[in-house]
Protein backbone atom coordinates (compact mmCIF):
# COMPACT_ATOMS: atom_id res chain seq x y z
CA UNK A 1 0.00 0.00 0.00
CA UNK A 2 2.80 2.58 0.95
CA UNK A 3 4.81 1.72 -2.47
CA UNK A 4 1.76 2.00 -4.86
CA UNK A 5 0.94 5.31 -2.45
CA UNK A 6 4.52 6.47 -3.12
CA UNK A 7 4.58 5.65 -6.99
CA UNK A 8 1.42 7.90 -7.40
CA UNK A 9 3.01 11.06 -5.78
CA UNK A 10 6.54 10.48 -7.29
CA UNK A 11 6.23 8.41 -10.54
CA UNK A 12 9.20 6.10 -11.10
CA UNK A 13 12.11 8.18 -13.38
CA UNK A 14 10.72 8.17 -16.92
CA UNK A 15 13.83 6.09 -18.58
CA UNK A 16 12.80 6.64 -22.51
CA UNK A 17 14.88 10.18 -23.75
CA UNK A 18 11.66 10.65 -25.75
CA UNK A 19 9.38 10.84 -22.55
CA UNK A 20 11.73 12.37 -20.23
CA UNK A 21 10.41 15.92 -21.03
CA UNK A 22 6.85 14.79 -19.49
CA UNK A 23 8.61 15.21 -16.12
CA UNK A 24 10.15 18.99 -16.77
CA UNK A 25 8.10 21.63 -14.85
CA UNK A 26 5.75 23.20 -16.97
CA UNK A 27 5.72 27.02 -17.05
CA UNK A 28 3.06 27.74 -19.93
CA UNK A 29 -0.26 28.99 -19.46
CA UNK A 30 -1.77 25.96 -21.24
CA UNK A 31 -3.76 22.85 -19.95
CA UNK A 32 -5.57 19.71 -21.47
CA UNK A 33 -8.76 18.37 -20.69
CA UNK A 34 -8.95 15.30 -21.26
CA UNK A 35 -11.69 11.89 -20.87
CA UNK A 36 -11.73 8.13 -21.40
CA UNK A 37 -14.40 6.45 -22.62
CA UNK A 38 -14.25 2.40 -21.05
CA UNK A 39 -15.72 -1.36 -21.47
CA UNK A 40 -16.99 -1.21 -17.70
CA UNK A 41 -17.30 1.18 -15.50
CA UNK A 42 -13.85 -0.19 -13.04
CA UNK A 43 -10.55 1.61 -13.04
CA UNK A 44 -9.06 -1.44 -12.53
CA UNK A 45 -10.70 -3.90 -15.58
CA UNK A 46 -12.52 -1.21 -17.69
CA UNK A 47 -10.59 -1.20 -21.60
CA UNK A 48 -9.98 1.62 -22.98
CA UNK A 49 -12.36 2.41 -26.24
CA UNK A 50 -11.99 6.05 -26.56
CA UNK A 51 -9.85 9.64 -25.13
CA UNK A 52 -10.30 13.01 -26.32
CA UNK A 53 -8.46 15.82 -25.37
CA UNK A 54 -8.45 19.47 -26.08
CA UNK A 55 -5.82 22.43 -24.84
CA UNK A 56 -6.65 25.13 -23.07
CA UNK A 57 -5.60 28.88 -22.62
CA UNK A 58 -7.25 31.32 -20.71
CA UNK A 59 -10.84 31.03 -22.48
CA UNK A 60 -9.84 29.55 -25.24
CA UNK A 61 -10.51 26.35 -26.53
CA UNK A 62 -8.44 25.11 -29.20
CA UNK A 63 -10.72 22.84 -31.19
CA UNK A 64 -8.95 22.89 -34.14
CA UNK A 65 -6.44 20.22 -33.29
CA UNK A 66 -8.24 18.32 -30.41
CA UNK A 67 -7.88 14.99 -29.99
CA UNK A 68 -10.68 12.60 -30.83
CA UNK A 69 -9.79 8.39 -30.70
CA UNK A 70 -11.79 5.44 -31.11
CA UNK A 71 -9.34 2.39 -29.55
CA UNK A 72 -9.40 -0.23 -31.90
CA UNK A 73 -10.54 -2.84 -28.92
CA UNK A 74 -12.84 -6.54 -29.14
CA UNK A 75 -13.43 -6.07 -25.84
CA UNK A 76 -16.50 -7.31 -23.90
CA UNK A 77 -18.61 -3.94 -22.72
CA UNK A 78 -21.05 -3.51 -20.11
CA UNK A 79 -24.43 -2.83 -21.81
CA UNK A 80 -25.04 -0.06 -19.70
CA UNK A 81 -21.84 0.90 -20.85
CA UNK A 82 -22.91 0.79 -24.38
CA UNK A 83 -26.24 2.78 -23.73
CA UNK A 84 -23.89 5.37 -21.96
CA UNK A 85 -20.91 5.87 -24.92
CA UNK A 86 -22.90 4.30 -28.22
CA UNK A 87 -19.34 2.67 -29.18
CA UNK A 88 -20.45 -0.35 -30.68
CA UNK A 89 -18.49 -3.30 -31.25
CA UNK A 90 -18.15 -2.30 -35.14
CA UNK A 91 -17.33 1.28 -34.47
CA UNK A 92 -14.60 -0.16 -32.35
CA UNK A 93 -12.79 -2.63 -34.61
CA UNK A 94 -12.24 0.18 -36.95
CA UNK A 95 -10.17 2.08 -34.58
CA UNK A 96 -6.59 3.16 -34.28
CA UNK A 97 -4.55 0.08 -31.79
CA UNK A 98 -3.93 1.01 -28.24
CA UNK A 99 -0.43 1.76 -28.81
CA UNK A 100 -0.77 4.63 -31.46
CA UNK A 101 -3.10 6.18 -29.43
CA UNK A 102 -1.30 6.54 -26.40
CA UNK A 103 1.56 6.99 -28.37
CA UNK A 104 -0.41 9.97 -29.75
CA UNK A 105 -2.34 11.58 -26.73
CA UNK A 106 0.84 11.69 -24.77
CA UNK A 107 2.42 13.50 -27.62
CA UNK A 108 -0.44 15.67 -26.93
CA UNK A 109 -0.71 16.13 -23.58
CA UNK A 110 3.23 16.86 -22.87
CA UNK A 111 4.05 18.19 -19.45
CA UNK A 112 0.77 20.39 -19.16
CA UNK A 113 -1.12 19.96 -16.42
CA UNK A 114 -4.43 17.54 -16.98
CA UNK A 115 -7.64 18.43 -15.86
CA UNK A 116 -11.14 16.60 -16.10
CA UNK A 117 -14.29 15.64 -14.05
CA UNK A 118 -13.61 12.87 -11.99
CA UNK A 119 -10.45 12.60 -13.55
CA UNK A 120 -8.69 9.92 -10.93
CA UNK A 121 -10.36 7.52 -13.40
CA UNK A 122 -8.83 8.30 -16.46
CA UNK A 123 -5.54 8.76 -14.77
CA UNK A 124 -6.03 5.12 -13.36
CA UNK A 125 -7.15 3.91 -16.78
CA UNK A 126 -3.94 5.73 -18.53
CA UNK A 127 -1.80 4.86 -16.06
CA UNK A 128 -2.11 1.11 -17.02
CA UNK A 129 -1.77 1.18 -20.43
CA UNK A 130 1.22 3.57 -20.57
CA UNK A 131 3.17 1.77 -17.56
CA UNK A 132 2.10 -1.70 -19.72
CA UNK A 133 3.61 0.12 -22.58
CA UNK A 134 6.43 2.41 -21.70
CA UNK A 135 7.17 1.54 -17.81
CA UNK A 136 6.04 4.75 -16.31
CA UNK A 137 2.90 6.47 -15.23
CA UNK A 138 2.15 10.10 -15.91
CA UNK A 139 3.73 12.53 -13.81
CA UNK A 140 1.92 15.52 -14.91
CA UNK A 141 -0.32 17.86 -12.21
CA UNK A 142 -4.01 16.96 -12.10
CA UNK A 143 -6.77 19.23 -11.63
CA UNK A 144 -10.55 18.03 -10.73
CA UNK A 145 -13.13 20.29 -11.90
CA UNK A 146 -15.39 19.36 -8.97
CA UNK A 147 -12.99 20.05 -6.50
CA UNK A 148 -12.75 23.95 -8.51
CA UNK A 149 -16.12 23.80 -7.89
CA UNK A 150 -16.47 23.13 -4.27
CA UNK A 151 -13.88 25.94 -3.81
CA UNK A 152 -15.34 28.53 -5.67
CA UNK A 153 -18.85 28.34 -3.59
CA UNK A 154 -16.59 28.26 -0.33
CA UNK A 155 -15.42 31.53 -1.80
CA UNK A 156 -18.20 32.79 -2.48
CA UNK A 157 -19.54 32.28 1.28
CA UNK A 158 -22.30 29.64 -0.01
CA UNK A 159 -22.03 26.66 2.42
CA UNK A 160 -24.92 24.55 0.97
CA UNK A 161 -25.50 21.49 2.79
CA UNK A 162 -26.00 19.23 -0.54
CA UNK A 163 -23.88 20.59 -3.53
CA UNK A 164 -24.88 18.55 -6.36
CA UNK A 165 -21.52 17.31 -7.81
CA UNK A 166 -22.94 15.53 -10.53
CA UNK A 167 -21.47 16.33 -13.97
CA UNK A 168 -25.09 17.61 -14.91
CA UNK A 169 -25.42 19.82 -11.84
CA UNK A 170 -22.28 21.44 -12.58
CA UNK A 171 -23.02 22.00 -15.55
CA UNK A 172 -26.75 23.27 -14.38
CA UNK A 173 -25.37 25.79 -12.03
CA UNK A 174 -22.34 27.06 -13.84
CA UNK A 175 -24.88 27.20 -16.69
CA UNK A 176 -22.19 25.33 -19.49
CA UNK A 177 -24.19 23.23 -22.17
CA UNK A 178 -23.75 19.57 -22.22
CA UNK A 179 -22.13 18.09 -25.38
CA UNK A 180 -23.05 14.98 -26.55
CA UNK A 181 -22.92 13.46 -23.06
CA UNK A 182 -20.88 10.42 -22.63
CA UNK A 183 -18.91 10.69 -25.89
CA UNK A 184 -15.49 11.34 -25.00
CA UNK A 185 -14.97 15.13 -27.29
CA UNK A 186 -18.93 15.79 -25.98
CA UNK A 187 -17.73 15.51 -22.28
CA UNK A 188 -14.19 17.24 -23.12
CA UNK A 189 -15.52 20.71 -23.94
CA UNK A 190 -18.41 20.40 -21.49
CA UNK A 191 -15.44 20.48 -19.00
CA UNK A 192 -12.97 22.91 -20.73
CA UNK A 193 -16.56 25.25 -20.46
CA UNK A 194 -16.39 24.79 -16.78
CA UNK A 195 -12.91 25.01 -16.43
CA UNK A 196 -13.12 28.54 -17.77
CA UNK A 197 -16.14 29.63 -15.95
CA UNK A 198 -14.13 28.22 -12.45
CA UNK A 199 -11.03 30.33 -13.13
CA UNK A 200 -12.62 33.53 -13.75
CA UNK A 201 -12.03 33.49 -17.75
CA UNK A 202 -15.67 32.61 -18.27
CA UNK A 203 -17.19 35.90 -16.71
CA UNK A 204 -19.50 35.99 -14.17
Same mark, same amino acid.
Given at each position: ?15 ? +?????? !????? &?? *? =???? /? ?10 ? +?????? !????? &?? *? =???? /? ?23 ? *? ?28 ? *? ?84
Amino acid at each position: MLRRWIEDRWPRQIQD +ERWKHL !AESYH &GE *E =IVVL /DCETSVFDKKKG +ELLSVA !AVRVK &GN *E =IFLT /DALDITVKSDAVTDPDAVRVHYLRR *EDRMAGTPVEEAIEQLLDFIGNRPICGFYI *EYDRAILNRYIKQIYGFKLPNRFIEVSELYVKSKRRHHIHEVHLDLRFEGLAKDLQVPVVERHTAMGDVISTALMYIKLTGFGGS
